[in-house]
């Protein structure tokens, strides 16, 4: 739960300082570049503008290329992935050093922090990340569920699964 909790603090800071960063001073008076400001250059590479020259009076301003937008769903995809895979490693690495009863409790709460992700997520239904996400949830619902019973689950549908939720992360 903390480390969840570190890495949504560690994401919406570096989101937002990446944002104040690319805003901060590009515009002085009426719509001209400020002094300073990195621009492309005709090779793509960034170069520091001269100063400001006034544009004659009727002639357009000069253009600057828009900025990506982020697309909204892919954030939180990416996000979404880290904290699932944050809970996925520190489940696994913590599974295998422990004895059952406490294996059956880590398992309870890797599922319940997955769920509350997903829940909170904002992602459509359609997408892969929150499929593939609920789909290890379940899975470790299954393996909880047998085990408590006594019988001894198999892992190998689980981490079929985990493998192809961080190959989908690794695409967005």
Not at 64 to 71: E, G, K, L, R
Request: net charge positive; proline share 7%; glycine share 8%.
């Amino acid at each position: 739960m903390l480390v969840r909790r570190l890495l949504i603090v560690i994401t919406a800071l570096s989101l937002a300082g990446s944002g104040t960063a690319a805003c901060a001073t590009t515009v002085a008076g009426r719509g001209m570049l400020a002094e300073g400001v990195v621009t492309p250059g005709p090779t793509g590479s960034g170069s520091p503008t001269g100063s400001p020259t006034a544009s004659p009076v009727g002639s357009p301003s000069p253009t600057v290329s828009p900025t990506p937008t982020v697309d909204p769903v892919k954030a939180k995809e990416r996000v979404t992935c880290l904290l699932v895979q944050a809970t996925i490693k520190t489940t696994n690495d913590k599974f295998n050093a422990a004895k059952r009863n406490e294996q059956i409790r880590l398992l309870k709460t890797a599922a319940a922090s997955i769920d509350s992700t997903l829940d909170r997520s904002g992602l459509p239904r359609s997408s892969k990340v929150l499929r593939l996400g609920r789909a290890i949830q379940g899975e470790l619902h299954k393996i909880v569920t047998s085990a408590e019973q006594g019988g001894s689950p198999s892992t190998t549908l689980y981490n079929t699964l985990t493998t192809r939720f961080w190959s989908t992360c690794l695409q967005i």
